[in-house]
């Protein structure tokens, strides 16, 4: 799959090629940006780009191990240890906002990696805790308008009858008929289930 680089991205590979291989690359890349490419693609960038990482996977006569002299670094045994107050290059503060491949908008509420949808909470600041089986959507389908009223509430089953039917539209009043329609066709198929009978007035 095709993948178009951002500056920043090329200057993270650029920056971070030496000393790691293609699968170490990919991991810090893919956490860095919040992607999923795969090895393949990392390596072909590097290829055309002319970026090595000087590794060939082999020890050079006279080499000395990385760790030789060093305290606080184990193989094979405890996790490597940083110093105290150390933070990882892909540490995020709370409050830090980062972009899903399905372009939603997710916070980091708490340490050490917790984050949620931004439309649920604009919501739940002015109206209470999402119920369960519940989820906010975007009247407008504009995953960047948190406006408090293009935020509408909806439970599973309703967003379920949405989808299929096509009923969220481009404008959140429409949007907001399209919701009862679902209603009136969950209330009809239920009917039906129950063995129940309509009878028409014209």
């Known amino acids: 799959m095709f993948h178009s680089y951002t500056k920043e991205e090329k200057k993270f590979i650029a920056d971070n090629v030496k000393g790691n291989g293609n699968k170490k690359l990919t991991e810090m ?17 590097k290829k055309n780009h002319s970026l090595s990482s000087g590794l060939d996977g ?19 045994g405890k996790t490597t240890q940083f110093k105290k107050g150390h933070k990882p290059y892909n540490y ?16 980091k509420v708490a340490e050490p990696n917790k ?7 604009i ?11 519940h989820v906010v959507i ?11 009223n293009n935020l509408i509430l909806v439970s599973r089953q309703q967003l379920l009858i949405l989808n ?6 481009k404008n959140a009043d429409l949007t907001r008929v399209g919701i009862v329609i ?3 066709q969950q209330k009809i198929s239920d009917r039906k289930k129950s063995g129940g009978k309509y009878v028409h007035s014209y």
């Open 164 to 169: 299929r039917n096509k009923l969220i539209q």
């Open 115 to 121: 984050w949620r949808l931004k439309q649920q909470l």
């Open 29 to 45: 890349f893919n956490k860095q940006f919040n992607l999923n490419l795969d090895i393949s693609q990392i390596r072909a960038h």
């Open 58 to 76: 082999r020890f050079k006569k006279g080499h000395t191990p990385f760790n030789k002299g060093k305290k606080g670094i184990n193989i094979g």
């Open 92 to 107: 995020r503060p709370i409050g830090f906002e980062r972009i899903t491949v399905d372009g939603y908008t997710e916070v």
């Open 138 to 148: 975007f009247g407008d389908r504009d995953k960047r308008n948190f406006d408090i």
């Open 182 to 184: 679902a209603d009136v």
């Open 123 to 133: 919501w739940e600041k002015q109206n209470g805790p999402v119920p369960d089986n």
